[in-house]
C-alpha cells in the first residue's frame, strides 16, 4: 500500500468519486452555493505553520458535520484517512512568495499550501460551482457526473470504433501471413491501432476513478473492449519488429494522437520499411494458434527456417522436431488455415 508521500492525484479521486461521503458533501456545497477549502493534514502543515487561528475540534467525520463546518469562513483540515475533523475555522498561511497560476483568494491559497506542505487540498468555488484539487504541485478540475458520463460515453464510441478495425486488421494479417503477401503497412496499422486504444483506455481509466461506482455498467463495456488488445499487439511486435518489446513499447509510449497517424513514420522506425515494402514475420503468433509448445514452436521455426517453410513443410520434415505428431499437426494447420481464409479466425 502507497504511504502519503507515495500517493498521485488518482489516489486521492478516487477518495472524492462519487459514492464516497466526501463526494456528497462536495456536491451539497455546490449545490447550496458554498465555497470551502479542506485541507488534508501533514506533519509539513504544522512544521512549516501553513495555518493559524480557528479552533481544534477533532471529531469523527461525517458529511453532514463537514457540510455545517464549511459554512463558516476559513479552511477545515481534516485527517488523511477522512476519520476526523481535526481543525475549523483557520487561516491558511502559506509562503506567499510561492508561485500561483490562479486568481481567486481561496483557489490561491489551496495552491500555495499544497505545494508547501506536500498535501492533498479541495477547493470548492462559490461562484463558479466547480471543484479543484491539488496534490503537491499537482491540479485537477474535478467534473460533474453529468460530464463525466457524457466523456466516457463519447471515448467508448471511439473506442468501439478503433476495435472494429483493429480486429479487421489482426483477421487481415493472419490471411496475409498464411498467403506470404504481408507488407510493413498492414503490420504498422495493426500496431497504431492497439496504441489508439491503449491511449483511449488511459484517459477512460482516469475518468473511471473520478466516477466512482455510477459508471460500473459503462465500465465493463470498457473492458470487453480492451480485452486481449495489448497481447495481441505485443505478438505482432516479437514476430516483425527490429528493436526488443520492451524498447518497441518504449518507442510507442512517446507518440502522440497526431503522431500515430503517420503510419509511414511507424514503419520505418519499428521495421525499417517503408509501407509498401514486402516482410516477413517470425512466425511465433500465428503458430501459436496451433497446439504447440513454445519450445516446439521455437524448433520449428528455426529448422524449417521460418513461417513459410512450416506452412510448407513436408511430413519428414516436421517429424523431426515433432516426434510421431506430424501428420496431426499438419491436419491442424490445414484446418486452420482454411478456417483464416474463410476469415473465421481472428487470433
Known amino acids: ?51 493559524e487561528g480557528g479552533f481544534r475540534i477533532n471529531c469523527r467525520f461525517t458529511p453532514q458535520k463537514l457540510f455545517e463546518l464549511c459554512k463558516m469562513d476559513g479552511a477545515i483540515i481534516i485527517s488523511t484517512d477522512m476519520k476526523r475533523i481535526l481543525y475549523a475555522n483557520v487561516l491558511i498561511t502559506p509562503d506567499h512568495t510561492i508561485l500561483s497560476s490562479e486568481t481567486g483568494t481561496r ?52 473506442l468501439e470504433k478503433q476495435r472494429d478495425l483493429f480486429d479487421d486488421s489482426i483477421s487481415n494479417l493472419n490471411v496475409l501471413e498464411v498467403s506470404d503477401l504481408v507488407s510493413a503497412g498492414d503490420v504498422c496499422r495493426i500496431i497504431q491501432r492497439a496504441e489508439m486504444i491503449l491511449k483511449i483506455s488511459t484517459s477512460l481509466k ?7 461506482r455510477y459508471g460500473n455498467i459503462m465500465n465493463l463495456r470498457y473492458r470487453e473492449l480492451i480485452k486481449g488488445v495489448e497481447r495481441r499487439e505485443s505478438e505482432v511486435i516479437k514476430d516483425y519488429a527490429i528493436l526488443s518489446l520492451k524498447r518497441t513499447k518504449a518507442i510507442l509510449e512517446n507518440y502522440s494522437f497526431e503522431g500515430l497517424i503517420d503510419l509511414d513514420s511507424i514503419s520505418r522506425l519499428l521495421l525499417e ?4 515494402e514486402a516482410v516477413s514475420g517470425r512466425g511465433y503468433r500465428l503458430l501459436s494458434m496451433a497446439n504447440l509448445s513454445e519450445k516446439e514452436i521455437s524448433q520449428l521455426l528455426k529448422n524449417l527456417g521460418g513461417l513459410k517453410g512450416v506452412l510448407e513443410g513436408s511430413d519428414a520434415d516436421l517429424e523431426k522436431v515433432l516426434k510421431g505428431r506430424a501428420t496431426d499437426f499438419k ?4 484446418n486452420l488455415t482454411e478456417k483464416i481464409l474463410e476469415g473465421k479466425v481472428v487470433s
Open 1 to 51: 500500500m502507497a504511504t502519503e508521500k507515495e500517493k498521485t492525484i488518482m489516489d486521492y479521486i478516487k477518495k472524492v468519486a462519487p459514492g464516497n461521503s466526501i463526494n456528497t458533501v462536495l456536491e451539497d456545497l455546490s449545490g447550496a452555493g458554498l465555497g470551502a477549502l479542506i485541507v488534508f493534514d501533514s506533519p509539513e502543515l504544522h512544521s512549516k505553520r501553513c495555518f
Open 107 to 158: 483557489h490561491k491559497a489551496g495552491e500555495r499550501v499544497a505545494k508547501q506542505a506536500g498535501t492533498f487540498v479541495i477547493v470548492v468555488s462559490e461562484r463558479r460551482k466547480r471543484t479543484t484539487l491539488y496534490l503537491g504541485r499537482e491540479k485537477y478540475n474535478l467534473k460533474s457526473p453529468d460530464e463525466l458520463l457524457r466523456d466516457i460515453s463519447a471515448n467508448l464510441q471511439v
Open 206 to 212: 482516469k475518468q473511471f476513478t473520478e466516477i466512482g
Open 331 to 334: 491436419e491442424e494447420l490445414n
Open 273 to 276: 520499411k517503408s509501407n509498401d
